[in-house]
Structure formats: C-alpha cells, structure tokens
C-alpha cells in the first residue's frame, strides 16, 4: 500500500462556543503515509484530540475533506469508524463489564467473527499481561491496566491505521513502557500505522515523524531529531554547588536568556535563547554555581522555545507566610499505617514523616496503594490500623477538622463542569465558609492571580486542560491551607503548563506551604524534596531524588534518569511483552 493511510485537505473543525465559535483546527493539510509511528504535539487547545475525532469520523470538519484509508469521513463514516482502531483518552470502556466481556462488545462492534476470537484474544492478552483477569471487571483495573485493556479493543481487528489520544495519561512508567511495547510490535509485525497524541515530549521522542500543532495550524513537522537540533547548542546542566537548588533553580527563571530552567536530580537543566556558553556577566544567577556543562538538545527544548513566546508567564499571588520553608516541625505523620479491603490488603504498615515548607513526593506503579494513602491522609478514607497526623490532628478522632487545614487538587481536578469559573469559586468558598469581604477578597484574588477572570463566565468543562488545572489550583487554596495534596496534579497538560504549575507550587513551599504530591510522570519527581516510592502496599524506597538516583547508577547506568531509577527500583520480571 503506497497511497496514504489518512490525508487532510483544508480541513477547518469550528465549534459554537456561547455567542463566540472555537476554531479547533484552520486550513490543515497532511497526508501519512503507511508504516511507522507519527506522534502528535502541541499546547492544550492546539487541535491534537480533534484532529483524531475527525479521523475517526466521530466529528465532521466544518470545511475541507477527510480520506481515511480510502473512505472519505463524509460520504462513509461507517465504513471509516469499521476500519479504524481508536483508543480515547478516557478509556471507553464499560466499567460493569469484565474484561473478556469489554472484548466481545468491542468484537461484535467491529464485525469480528465468532471463530476467530479465541486466538485474537489469546494473542492480545498475552501480549499485555491480562490474561490471568479475563473475569475481573473493567472498573477493578488498575489505571495501567485500563489503559492496556483499552489498547486491546482498539487492536481486536490488527488495523492498518490505529488512533490513540494520549494512551499514557496517568499511567506509571513501567505500564508506559509495556503500552509502547505493544505499539512498536503492532507496527513492526502487524502493518499497523499509528498517529498519537502526547503531552510528553520524550514519547514524542520515540515516534518516526513528529507533527507541531499550536491554535489549530500545523506549525511544523519532522523527525525528532531534526526539530530537537533547533536547540543545539543552548542546553546545559548546571550544578548549584553550595546553594540551594530551588533558589538557583528560581534566579535563572528570572534571568533574561534563560527559556527553561527545571531540576534534574540535584542539577539544572537550562536552555538559553541563543546558542553558545552563558557569559557570567549576562547570567550572574550562575555566581557561585559550577560550571555550566553542554548536553544535547532534546525535543523538549525545541517546544518551549518555540511556545515561550506566546505565552507570558503567570506570577504567582501574595501568599501569607507559614513558618520557616523546610523547618524540622513534622506536620504530617505517617505511623504503620494499613488499609485493608476485604481479604486485601492495599496498605501493609508504611511509615514517612513530612516536614513545613517540604515537598514530598508519593510515587509508585499503579495499584502500588499510593492513591489509598492519599486518600487516608486527605482524611477522606479511615485507616485500618496505624496513626496518621495532618496538621497536628489525629486523623482517626479528627478528620473534618484537619480537612479544614489543608486543600486538595485531586487527579480529575473535582470541579462541576457544568458551573462556570466564577460559580465553582464561590461553591468552594462558601464550603470552606468564606463570607462577606472575605470571600469576595478571596475570589478576586483568585480571578485576578490565576489570570481566570477573561473565562470567569466560562463553563469550568469548556476550559482547555490548562485553565482546569489552574482553576483546580485556585480552588486548592481559596481558604489559605497550611498543607496542600495534590493528586496527578499535571497529568496531560502540556510543557509549559507543567512548568508553570511547578513554579507556583515552589512559591508556596517558599512561604511555609507543606507539599504532598503524587506523580506517574518521573521527571516532577526531581521537585521533590523527599520522596518514597511504593510497591505493593509497602515503602520500597525513600529518601531524596538525588540519594535514590544514587543507589541505581552503575557502569551501565552512569546517569540514571529518575524514570531509570523508579523502573529499576521498582520493575519485575514481565515476560508477557514482547
């Protein structure tokens, strides 16, 4: 097959917003050509999950045509969505169901024949681990089972075109690392060619062809070496020496040449608006730090370059101080905590301590009991056995109490999508017993400092991604908490999004905010200050991002990536991948 598997001509998606129309996507024109792997990136809103909605002929375009794999969207969208394999972000599974039954509707769905569905599934199950829960239904998977589930359904036919928006949201690294296994197998043995969209750049990494969207316009395309070379030459990694990491780390954010500055381990990484070694005098954030030490470029650089300038970063709002950042007061305590359901047991006696101003990091695969511990600390699901203290207050005699010290910003941000911005402000304001002047200071504070007030009339489930997550956030801290959990806080949201977010929470650690955070995405875990991982119920491993990448690095892994040491630290045989 030579002709194109998929082709766009001038195709431009409009959606009524209110009074106003979003152009999701403007005059786009590609063609993908058989075999390989073509990702997708871009900011929130860039056009990535519309653009496969129309491949799939789920949407229509206002303008323009659609062929996929010789069908036009328009004329045969049946026919199209018959030939097609597509995995959503949100699974579309049927929770109610077990896993063999999810297979079947998806096979009777696709017109798969009876006789051939033994070997097909025993084929897919064995190729992503499930075959021991055929019988377990779809809403008792862990997140990475989910999703392996979900690309399971989309592969039931072996289609020559496979369509997956972002397949990896939310899952741990060694699930990412089985879900990219599958793909690349469905590619070099099954004729498969997939277009996916990613929020992460070292995916990105990892495809043939690399498409940049911004506003609905194809910016740019190429392989990912080819758009990382844009960066060469203005990388680097710096060691802070002496200094704290995180005030270096925020200096350079401050300087004029500096585009990007994120920790990695204990060192820095920094890109620089220009090619060439940063002159002392141009950067005097680096006094008394080493010596900056050249990298190659990554794929990652080239996107905020190019983004940075179209965006202004947010600053954050005054906030009250709490105490010494980083203190030696304890204000959470976690003593052989245990959670049991039934005969199982999903916590088994862990132990940590988190101190004022830190944050803390709580890592591991899914189903590792990281989400229950959480859920124990926010006060929202007693413990077993064991003490947990928050703020002070024992959770077991005073949890409604303690909940009033801290905020939360869970996974899915719990906003009410059908309340506008302004309308989910004053819902969580007047939870938290905000009256009068005080919560109209609040809510000001909120529109204003978030830079939320332009959407303010805005339904929260219209906001891109980005705008959630900061109006989660603002939610998080209407009533000023002292301790602040936060759940897959940047799960999906674009590089600069996630930069942005991680300033503002080490502005809050700076003022004496204590941070609790849980994350499938190893390169945040370098903003922790502490951290353990978990694995089945218990503390595998603790300590700081530096003293953990320190028990994996070896002759073979010089330098270990926080990815490498989580796997390492955590992985298991998997003979199921191939």
Sequence with gaps: MTEPVLRFRGVTKVFPAGRNSVRALDGFDYALSPGGIVGLVGPDGAGKSTLLRLATALLLPSQGRIEVLGHDTQEEPLAVQAAVGYMPQRFGLYEDLSVEENLNLYADLQGVPPHVREARYAELMRMTGLSPFLGRLAGRLSGGMKQKLGLACALIRSPALLLLDEPTVGVDPLSRRELWAIVERMVREGNTTVLLS??????????????????????????????????????????????????????????????????????????????????????????????????????????????????????????????????????????????????????????FTVRRGEIFGLLGANGAGKSTTFRMLCGLLPASSGRLTVAGYDLRRAAATARGRLG???????????????????????AYRLTGSRLRERIAWALDGFELRAVADVRSGQLSLGYKQRLALAVALMHEPEILFLD??????????????????????????????????????????????????????????SELLERVRSETLPEPTMEDAFIALVGRPRGHVA
């Design 488 to 545: 897959e806080p940047t799960s999906g949201v674009d590089a600069l999004a996630r930069r942005e977010f991680w300033r503002r929470i080490n502005q809050l650690a700076a003022t004496g905010v204590t941070v609790l955070v849980t994350t499938h995405f190893m390169e945040e875990a370098s903003y922790c200050d502490r951290l353990v991982i978990m694995a089945d119920g218990e503390v595998l491993a603790s300590g700081s991002p």
């Design 198 to 351: 990613t929020a992460y750049m070292d995916e990105a990494e990892r495809c043939d062809e690399v498409l940049f969207l911004h506003e609905g316009r194809l910016l740019e395309r190429g392989a990912p070496r080819d758009l990382a070379s844009q960066a060469a030459g203005a990388a680097f990694l710096i060691d802070p020496g002496q200094e704290d990491r995180k005030s270096l780390q925020a200096r350079l954010q401050a300087s004029e040449r500096v585009v990007d500055a994120i920790p990695v381990g204990e060192r820095i990484r920094v890109v620089l608006d220009r090619p060439g070694l940063p002159d002392p005098t141009e950067l005097p954030a680096l006094h008394g730090a080493g010596e900056p030490q050249p990298v190659p470029p990554r794929l990652e650089d080239a996107f905020v370059l190019r983004l940075r300038a179209a965006r202004t970063p947010l600053q954050m709002p005054p906030l009250p101080q709490r105490g010494t950042p980083r203190d030696e007061e304890e204000v959470i305590v976690v003593e052989d905590a245990r959670r049991r359901f039934g005969s199982f047991w999903a916590v088994k006696g862990i132990d």
């Design 408 to 430: 939360t910003m869970a996974q899915r941000f719990s906003l009410y999508e059908h309340l506008t911005v302004l309308q989910n402000l004053r819902f969580f304001a007047s």
